[in-house]
Structures are given as C-alpha cells and as structure tokens.
C-alpha cells in the first residue's frame, strides 16, 4: 500500500529508460549490502558450519570429521541450556522496562528545551563510559558488605543480598546494567523517528486538553509504530546476544558466576571458543544460537503483529 | 549436506592460502643479514632498555614490541595460531593460558632442536616441565616467576593474641591444617571487622601445587581419583566452613578496599603481590609482614618466551628470545621492575639473596620466594588444566556463598569437569 | 515485512497559517518538573563517566578506599603524559577517525538508498531481500573473526585499516532501520507526485527522501560513528599496535597483570572525547519538519 505504484500510471510510451529506472534502480539502491555481505560474511557463515563438523581446536593441526556430534553433545549440554534460560530471563527483565523508559525519555526530549543538543548527548553517555569504569561502579553499587543498593535496603530493614551468588539477583543486577547502558541509545532512535510526526497533530491535541502522556499514547506511539516494531526486532536480537554485562558483571569470569547462574548464551560461546579454544564445539553452537534467536525475532514480530491488530 | 560438499573446494582454497603464512626454514634470511623482529607481551616483561642494549650488540636486528591487555593477547595469538598469519616472532605465554599451547606444541618451534637444551639447568625442573610437551618438545624459556609466600598483618595478628615476628609465624603453620587451626584461634579472638583469610582460591592452589601429581596424570584427568586434588579441595572447603573467611572475591572493589581496613589478616602472596598490597595501602607500611608458606613451595605466576612456527625468523628469534632469559638479563629487569627471576642460579646471587623490602618491615623477601620457587615439585599441569580449576574454585565459592554443602559441591564439580572433557 | 505495517498517518488538512501560530503559542512547554526529570537522568548518566575522570585524576591506590574518592586529584596531568608516551595515541586517533568516518558516512549513505527502495519502491524478491538482511543481524558475529582473518591475510589487508572498515561499510541495522523510519516518514503521494513530473528516481531520492531522512540520518550517524569507534574485539585481532586504533592502544594500557586503572581510565578519557564532538555536530542535525513544509509547500 505504501509501495509507488508507478507502473500503472505511466504509460508504455515513457520509454526504455524510466522504465529500466523503475525496475532496475531498487536493485542498485541494496546492491552494495549485498556485494559487500557476499564478499565477507558469507565465507564465514559457511566456514563456521563446515568448522561445526568436526572437532576442531584452534590451536591444533588435526580437525577430525564428526559429522553432527557437536549438536548432539551439545543438547545434553546443561551449561548450554542453562545460559539459554538466563539470557531469556536476562532479556525478558531488561528489554521491556528499557524500551518503555526509552520511549518515556524520547518523548521528554521532543520537547523544546532549553540545552536541547546537552540533553540529548547525555543519553549516550553510558554508552561511551569505559566499560572499566563501569564494571567497577556496578560492583560497587552491587557490593555484598559495602554496596549501595544494600545500604539502602537496610534502612527499610531488608537483609543484605549477595547480589552475584543468587540467581535472581544477579539477573536483576545484570539487566540494571543492560538497562542503564542501551535506554539513551533507543530514546535516540525514538527521537529521530518523532521528528516525522507532523507537531501540528500535538498543537491540536493540547486544545482539546490532551495531557502530556495522553498524546504520547495517542499520536506518538501510532505514528513511529514501524520504529518502535524496529526496536522491538533489534532488541530481541541484541538482547540474545547479551555479553559485556555479564562478563563485566562477573569479574570478567567466562563462567558467570560460580554456578554459571548469570552466564548467558553468548557469554558462554566466548568461554568455548576463547577460553578452551574449542572452535567445532563453539561453531556449532554458533548455529543453534543463530536459529533461537531466529525464533525468537519471529516470535516477537508475531506478538507485535497480533497487538497491532487488536 | 549437499551445501557442505559444494563448500569444500572453497575451504580447502582459503586453508591452503592461510596456510601459505607458514615459514618453512627456506625463506629464513642469512644469520647476519639485516633483521626485524616482533615480540608479542602482555605489558609487564620490563624489556624496554634491554631491546636498546640488544641492538646496540646486534646492529643488524631491529626489534618491535607489541603490548596488548593479557586476555586479549592470549586470544589474538590463538587467532593467529589458527589461521597459521599474523603471530610475531616472539610471543609470551602465561602460566595460566600455557598448558593449552603446549599441548599442541606443532605450532611452535621446539626449541630443543635450536640448541636450548644446553642452557636448561638455568630453570628449576618445574619450570622449564610446563613449557614442555608429553613427547619432549620445548616450547618457551621461562621469564619471571611468582613464587609463594604468605603474607599477614602485624597489627591483626597482635590483636588475636597471635605473635607477629615471622619467623614464629612461619613456625605456626608448617602444614595447611596448622593453617586452618590457626585459623581457628584468629577467629576466636573476635577481632572486630577481621577475618583469618581473604577466600579460599590461592589456598585450593597453593595445597595442589604441592603436590607431585595434580589434576593430570599423564593423559589422564584424575579430578576423582586423585587423594591429593580432594585433599586441596576438602581443607580449602574446611577452612571456609570453619568461618575462616572474609569472603573477599579476588580483584572485587571489597578485596582492593580489604588490604588497608584490615578485612582480612592473611593473603597467599606471590612476589608481584607485594607491589599491589603497596598501591591498594599506602599508608599501612609495616602493618603488613611477609612469612612462608604452609606445606613449602608454591608459585603462582609467570611467562614464558616462545618462538612461533610460523616466523619467519626462528633462529634469530630464538637468540633473543635466549637472550632476554639468561639470568643476567633476568637480574636487570627484577632491578628495575620486580618481576621476580625464574633462574635459579641467580638465587644465591646478592641481587636476590640481600633483596629485603621496607614496606614489608624488611621482611627478606628475595630469600622467602627463592625457596618457594627452588623448592616446587615439578607437576604436569596437563592442556586443560585452567578451565579445571575454574570449576573447583566455582566449586568452592559456591560453598562460600552458602549455596552448597562441600559433598553436594564436589559432586558438582565431578560433573562439571566430566563436562569439560 | 515492511509490507504489513501501518501506512504513514495522515493528517488532515493543515490549518491556516493564522491558526498555526496561535497553536504554537499553546505548544507544550517544558515545565520545572520536565527539567528535574532531565537532570536526575544526566546525573545518573555522567555519574560513571565523571567517577573515570576522578580516578583518572589519583593514583592507582584509588580504587582501594572506601567509599571511593568522588573529588578530583591532582594526577590527571601526569596520567595523560603517561599516556601519550607509552602509545602511539595520535596515531590511534587518526586512524580511529579514519575508521569510524569512512564506516559512518557509507553505512548512512548506502542505509538510506537501501531503506528507500525498500520502504517505497516496489520490486520483486523485495520482502524476502529484507528479511534475509534482517537475519544477518541475527547471526553471532564472536567466531566470525577467524575466518574473516584468514580472508584478510588471502587479500594481504592484515594490518591495515581496511580490514576494519570494508566489511562494516553497510550493515543489517541500518537498512531496517532506515526502511522502518522512511516508511514512516515519507509521505508516498509526494514522489507518486514527483514521478508523474517525470522525476528519475534518483532525483526523488535526493530531492525528497534525502531531506526527510535528515533527522534519522544523523541518529544512525551517531550510532554508527559510535559502535565503529568502540569496538575492538576485531581490530584487535587484525591490527598491530604498530598501526592501530584507539579500543587498540586501550588494551595496551591496561596490559599489566595488575591494571593500572588510573592509566586505563586516562587513556578511556582521551578515547571519548573526540565522541562528544562528534555528537553534538550530528546532535544538532535532529531537527524535524522538514517534510511538513514540503508537503505543505
């Protein structure tokens, strides 16, 4: 429906060049991500499966052939299951309050503020903080004895938490960071799509006394609703590959956590991989995280689809 | 399936052109004509001043150094490794990543064939076992060593009753269950704030180091069999379930902050920890003492050289690499830099025999850690030796964190290891 | 996929120019409230970034007190001398510049052509090329710097920096994205409008989207500039420190087996600040309206 229907309207007689304008162009407007994903992704998307085969460690001259034997070890694998179920638990408690805070935060932002460039920048500063810097004030705020979060607890009389041992905790603490790090970086993405939704739609709503968060429900969210799908899509993949929180969170341990209670998927292939250097094993699981989180893509979109509709 | 068959011309072209990286001796430049050399170290080697001092000796040759974070170094090598392009000529090795690379030793030059073998009663016998493959290949010469010392805090000690000169300090824990019993009357004296020690993973490592045979016997893991893995296992779970412990995870902001409030009256220490116990508590000087260790030897720490298949310049490399090793060399840098030496004739030398450090009230330092490392017994780590001990110490933190009982951890453990394998 | 979303909204017709102007006197404005929201969530924001500066401003010993120090020193000086001697930071920072630049400008260019054929022209395989661009996104990128190594060293680009900016040139994320705004924010009657005056559609590119893409374009800029120049994971593997990027000479400060983070947090300061330039230049390129104009005009 929103696609340019020219076809039909121009007739024959504009001659071979529009027409090869109208047919040909979109092909060379998404040409060069093809050319350049044929050029260096695909070659490692089929050397990781090829890799997948067999046993293969980085640093030895023998890969022996073991046809699928790394995805049947691989689904009695608990540590592998395990971090599955704490990525889906991480993501779950991460992403929606992170989208809805962002959401919130563009929404104060499209106003016209006074320093609008400064507020603005700062909601990529957590983005751009060392991640040095952070992993040692999340430990901090985190800390069993000294920690902040504890100390404020303990003035409503709850007992200190031991935020890394338990799993709860540290899936809350994880997905604190999660949320500090990316909610600036969606509220960017908002934003820009806001600038699209004609102001005079606001000027109308706030004569007929539509509150604040009234034409952020009303007009806001309907009219950037393909950005807020975007986000959706690109929050499930990110948030399935969840890596730096849990590996900053841990002390940079490949384990996360000792009972790998906060270790996610992607975390645990860079512990194979990089860590015991098992390249087939780690390839393989490559693949079945590639297709979970095809799944889940599809699941969320499904979701979106059906809300959209009702 | 059909894809994969179809790919193969592909893969075999790419790994025939990787492999094309591959010095093979032939394309070796003449012994004296002009060279450059790449040294891959993670950044605490102190080799600043000798490449100068090697260029002047050898004009022809041209050194540069490449620092990358330790992590980061050991998985670009492997990178490299893998890939047989783009590894220097020199690359360092750590204790803690090297059992794995000497387990596939074909990737790198053994360096008996270029003549180490002479210079090999440099090391002590452990030393210069891990840089060693089953079949006999020698990959690295050693640098620094850690060595294994306990270190304690006067003041602490003082408050529990306990004495504070260190050679009686010494005298109170022979063995580790002398430790734990110490330990135990620590605890006793309700020292407020303070606990015995900071956790249990240097312990878990100090105890297996000791012993003759570790996690590997030969090929095999023996995890489960071996009375030596449990006992470490058993008295480090001990000596937490005695309440010993001030559960202060290594490298936390609570374990930095530890060294000068005083959380914790003991730490295993190796030399490179004095420098840190300095930093993290400036103002402690004399609070902290440095005694032996339970049990002897110990060491935890160190690197090697190794000279990778795949330069172009092995035997060059391998001069250098001889070189910067030999004990005088060793001597410079543990001058300039601390980083304790790995070559055992330099321990009767004044350089590490005189060597005291003020922080530590004069504790003699250069002798407490010379005798640690002398007196190790050489144990084969064995190539996954690093993700073993990962799992026995999660093991053990789960214990601390009050998640597990010690059977139900070591039961734990059992599995995960089996996982590994 | 983009075929099931929601047409653009349209509105009704835009008021008269008199009335427009009594409205915007009406428009939302910001009250006290709005701006102590603002500052709470900048405080929370920066916090981690000025605590870098505190300990960028001690000694390493900083880290052991507790409560951390939250006042500046008076090392920040020296730290940065350290800096600049052990790495070759100039360096590092022209080709990180190099880098991020070429890696923005193509993603931004080559993102919007692609989000405009896929938002609003119609060709076959179009759902199908936008999902498999989609799925590219999907796949975990951790093993793929092996293979994409030994591609590298057939091409002799080890080492160089095109190593790093050639394969990130365009990527999955721009084109959804810039698609899913373009969708959104392109009215399609205008270039219906404009191909029945005979534009080519390169013209209607240029002329229309381009202008609207405008604020989306500087977002995806930023973002883009943003991640190019934060990573590290592969130009760690595939360049030298003889020739390297900032994420590059960042590892080489903190090498030591015990990191100095005063030096590492010295080095993550000098990292960022070429960042914030480059924010504020795009941030002032997000400014709506445009299109309103020209649908009006």
Redesign the interface.
Known sequence: MTQLATEERVGPRRGLLHRLDVKGSPYLYIAPFFILFLGFGVFPLIFTAWVSLHEWSLLSEEHTWIGFGNYTKLFDDPAFWNALWNTVSIWVISTVPQLVLALVLAHILNQRLRGQTFWRMSALIPNITSVAAVAIIFSQLFGRDYGLFNWVLGLFGIDKIDWTANTWSSHVAVATMIIWRWTGYNALIYLAAMQAVPKELYDSASLDGATSFQQLRKITVPAIRPTIIFTVIISSIGGMQVLAEPLLFGGNGLTGGSDRQFQTLALYLYEVAFGRFDFGYASASSWVMFLIIVIVAAINFGIISRLRRS | MRRFTAVVPIMAVALAVAACGNGDGDDQAADDGPVSLTIATFGEFGYKELYEEYQKLHPNVKITERITKTEDHHKNLAAHLATNTGAADIEALEEGWIGQFTANASKFVDLNELGAGDIKSQWPEWKWNVATSKDGKTIGLGTDVGGMAMCYRVDLFKKAGLPTDRAEVSKLWPTWDQYIETGKKFEAAKVPGAHFFDGPTVMYRSILGQAPIGLYDGDNVVVDSNPEVKKAFDLSALAVTSGLSARAEAWTPAWNAGFAKGTFATLGCPSWMMAYIQTQAKDASGKWDIADVPGGGGNWGGSWLTVPKQSKHQKQAYELAKWLTAPEQQAKVFQKYGNFPSTVTLYEDAVIKDFVNPYFNNAPVGQIFSKSVSTMKPQYLGPKAGDINTQIINGLTRIEQGKQNPDQSWQQVLTDVKALL | ?????????R?VS??PTAR?RM??A?????GKL??L??TA??F??????Y??VV?ASQ???A??????PVLLGGNLWFNLKRAFTMVPFEKALINSFLVAGAITVSVVL?ST??G????????RG?NV?LLS????????T??????????M??IEW??TIYAVI??A?????G???MT??L???VP?EL??AG??DGC???RL?WHVVLP?AR??A???G??TF?TAW?DFFWP???L???DPTVQ?VL??L??????D?SL??TG??I??LP??VV??AL??Q????I??GAVKG
Do not use: C
Not at chain 3, 44 to 49: E, V
Not at chain 3, 63 to 68: N, R, S
Not at chain 3, 116 to 123: I, M, Q, T
Not at chain 3, 142 to 151: C, E
């Open positions: 996929m983009a075929t099931t979303l929601a047409p653009p909204p509105h835009p008021p427009r409205r915007r009406l428009r939302r404005r910001p709005t701006y929201m603002l969530i900048a929370f924001s920066f916090f981690p970034l605590w870098s300990v000694d390493n010993s880290l052991g007190k507790i409560p951390p080559f052509l692609a405009f054929a896929f938002a609003k022209l119609r060709f179009r090329l661009i989609v799925a590219t996104m999907m796949v975990p951790t093993l793929g710097i092996i293979p994409l190594y030994m591609l060293a057939k080890t080492g050639v394969p040139m365009v990527n999955g994320f084109v959804f994205f899913q705004y969708s959104e924010a399609t270039l219906e191909r029945v080519s559609t390169i590119f609207a604020p989306a500087a977002v995806l930023m973002l943003l934060n760690l593997v595939v030298t420190p003889e590059v590892s080489t903190s090498a030591g087996r015990i990191t983070y590492a947090l993550a300061l990292a960022i960042l914030l924010f504020v941030g002032k997000i400014i709506g309206g299109m309103q």
